[in-house]
Nanobody, 123 residues
């Protein structure tokens, strides 16, 4: 079992930056591929960014490529650095862990989820 807790969300203005954190506990964090998803009101949860178990490979959604950066430390924390935020980035952001590949970017492939953190970008 892996427990995930996100933090770092908040209310910011267009063009601002935020860094989200996801702290893991339980089973060996370093053996899981990790990802960030987000969910806009009334919409499906969508993939944002992923980082593999050893941190050497990252993938991003096209809408955040070049603005968001996923990283992880060697212990138990994953980060999402979000620059040049836009109103359309407003959503609840979730971190997730999986023993499967991240290639599909599908929420159904994730094994564990955090509770989410709200990010609101005002125009």
């Amino acid at each position: 079992q892996v427990q995930l807790v996100e933090s770092g969300g908040g209310l910011v203005q267009t063009g601002d930056s935020l860094r989200l954190s996801c702290v893991a506990s339980g089973r060996t964090f370093s053996s899981y591929n990790m990802a960030w998803f987000r969910q806009h009101p009334g919409k499906e949860r969508e993939f944002v960014a992923g980082i593999n178990w050893w941190g050497g490979s990252r993938i991003y959604a096209g809408s955040v490529e070049g603005r968001f950066t996923a990283s992880r430390n060697g212990e138990n924390t994953m980060y999402l650095r979000m620059n040049n935020l836009k109103p359309e980035d407003t959503a609840v952001y979730y971190c997730a862990a999986t023993s499967r590949s991240l290639a599909s970017k599908e929420p159904g492939n994730m094994d564990y989820w955090g509770q989410g953190t709200q990010v609101t970008v005002s125009s």
